[in-house]
């Protein structure tokens, strides 16, 4: 079962309904439709995504800087001794990702910060690419760590080192997880998002089973309708009035959902986009249909 908010559900289908009576009936534009219905829920999703993503990384500059500072002074101590040449080697690359990683970040920082964003486009660009770059650094740092134990001479230089590797290896692989939003099920920290990420993936399916029930009824729909109307034709509804009629009555016909919450959602419905007359007729209409049934 969906666990995406049935007022969700109602209005998005209320949309897709209005669009159906809109264009006489002809198919909706699938692509358009959808890519404008959850607009905004995917837009604070990826925000949040990145502010959770930044989160995780919560690499302050002082402890950037005490990893420079300590990685400066064990690359130094080590200068001149041929021995260390491929650990040396291995640090420098290490590092050299670190300095991507932290760059990234920045990045989305500032794309997260920037008012003048018209689009997430950019926002998700740089969360990308926090995310591949945090597990390039993650699995980098993993393996230079055991290295050190082969250089005892220098263990005084690169115990503190590993020190502070191995704390960002912990924010590194919070943030990988981030990237498979199946693996934060069960997260508490990432409860919010988890359920925004289900209630757009579910989001779809139970709109489309919704309409596809309104659809099938709709003839059934207009001839109560017609029967409930005085001295007024089905034909001259207005398109907005007529969707939330065919919506509410498959909720209270066919789905048989409570009679108050499907009398208040409709009222409330057509006040909001027809306004108080609208929702004084949408109000009498369900109204009497619900007397109706019984």
């Known amino acids: 079962m969906s666990s995406v908010s049935r007022s969700k559900v109602r ?7 209005y669009s159906l ?3 006489g009936g002809e198919g909706v534009d699938e692509t358009l439709f959808w890519s404008i219905a959850q607009e905004k829920e995917m837009e604070r999703c990826h925000t949040d995504h990145a502010k959770a993503v ?4 919560r690499a302050s500059e002082d402890s950037i800087r005490l990893l420079e500072e300590r990685a400066e002074a064990a690359l130094s101590s080590m200068q001149g001794d041929l021995t260390t040449l491929t650990l040396r080697e291995e640090m420098e ?6 300095s991507a990683f932290e760059s990234a970040r920045r990045a989305l920082l500032y794309s997260l910060s920037d008012k003048r964003r018209e689009t997430t486009e950019q926002l998700c660009l740089c969360t990308e690419d926090v995310l591949r770059l945090a597990r390039v650094v993650q699995r980098m740092t993993e393996d230079l760590i055991p290295l050190f134990d082969d250089y005892p001479a220098y263990r005084r230089q690169t115990q503190p080192l590993a020190a502070v590797l191995r704390r960002r290896c912990r924010f590194l692989s919070g943030c990988a997880e981030l ?3 199946a693996a934060l099920e069960g997260n508490s920290a990432y409860a919010g998002l988890v359920r925004q990420m289900r209630d757009i993936q579910e989001m779809r399916p ?4 919704l309409v596809q029930g309104v659809r099938e009824h709709m003839p059934v729909f207009e001839k109560k309708i017609a029967e409930l109307l005085q001295n007024y034709s089905v034909e001259r509804l207005d398109v907005v009035d007529k969707a939330i009629l065919y919506v509410s009555l498959y909720e209270l016909l066919v789905e048989k959902l409570d009679t108050p919450i499907v009398v208040s959602e409709a009222t ?3 006040h909001e986009f027809s306004g108080s007359r609208s929702a004084r007729f949408v109000h009498g209409i369900i109204a009497a249909a619900a007397q109706q049934k019984g």
Not at 54 to 57: E, S
Not at 93 to 98: D, L
């Open 11 to 17: 209005r998005c289908a209320l949309s897709y309904v």
């Open 21 to 23: 009576l809109s264009q």
């Open 54 to 57: 930044l989160h995780a990384c």
């Open 93 to 98: 690359r290490c590092f050299k990702q670190h």
């Open 179 to 181: 990237a498979n939003p």
């Open 206 to 209: 139970a709109v489309v089973h």
């Open 268 to 270: 409330a419905l057509a």
